[in-house]
């Protein structure tokens, strides 16, 4: 897929780290800002038994505009998919949001770190895609998805599609009415850091290819259950040529 970033960083050794990975890995940052402070960052700790616990500290994510946004989706010719998520304000995703859909591309938002959501950017969401804990957050009662019935009565609440991971258990699609359940591959897990992001990557590559939704999912299922057999987080992403094989054989 062709990947473009619209993003804040700030004036900091890890903006221009942050910079430098994205231009490795072949990410477009043309409409990546840089504005005088400390970058975002995220520190990890992962438990023995591969969970983590994540501390996110916005930085200069909190610095990007409504007008930054509007302005980079006006210049980019062809999106197919826009996936935005909560380390940067609401209501500036919700304007991105609005902005793409006016243009028919898809809006995929994964509700992380996990916040109570706007209407506005509920409203302009055409894919939810939350894990076991933002999905109890969500849920007005704090339920788990441990029911088809459960997952049901939140999508029809929020009004858009819904993908809810489910770690171990793969996930599970809310598709006409119906919830449809994507087993993940067997795997010994040792650091699930960053599975959720692998998931929706997947996901969203799958939709811009044009793969049905059950389709997509399981290629979020089978990209997620291979990042967590190894350590970190961008480093355990399936790389070019895994990913193309794991397309092929699903």
């Known amino acids: 897929a062709k990947v473009k970033m619209i993003n804040t960083l700030g004036d900091d050794v890890l903006g221009e780290t942050t910079l430098k990975n994205f231009q490795e890995q072949g990410i477009d940052t043309k409409y990546v800002n840089r504005v005088p402070g400390a970058s975002g960052v995220a520190p990890i700790w992962v438990e023995a038994d591969g969970s983590n616990r994540i501390i996110c500290v916005p930085g200069t994510n909190f610095a990007m505009t409504v007008p930054q946004v509007q302005s980079a989706l006006s210049e980019i010719s062809e999106i197919d998919v826009l996936v935005g ?46 894990n076991e804990t933002e ?63 692998a998931f929706v990557g997947a996901f ?32 355990s992403y399936p790389s070019r040529q895994e990913a193309t094989q794991i397309i092929s054989g699903i």
């Open 85 to 130: 998520q909560l380390e940067i304000r609401q209501e500036v995703t919700a304007a991105a949001f609005a902005a793409a859909r006016a243009r028919g591309i898809t809006t995929i938002l994964n509700p992380a770190p996990f916040a109570p959501l706007s209407s506005e950017l509920v409203k302009n969401s055409d894919w939810i895609i939350p």
């Open 135 to 197: 999905f109890a957050g969500l849920d007005n009662s704090g339920r788990a998805p441990d029911s088809d019935e459960v997952i049901l009565e939140l999508a029809k609440s929020l009004g858009c599609k819904l993908v809810v991971t489910l770690g171990e258990k793969g996930a599970a699609l809310v598709e006409n009415g119906k919830v449809v359940r994507v087993a993940a591959p067997s795997v010994n897990a040792i650091d699930t850091t960053g599975a959720g992001d």
């Open 204 to 235: 969203s590559v799958g939709l811009g290819l044009g793969f049905e939704p059950e389709k997509a999912v399981k290629l979020g299922c089978e990209s997620a259950s291979l990042s967590v057999t190894r350590k970190g987080t961008q480093s």
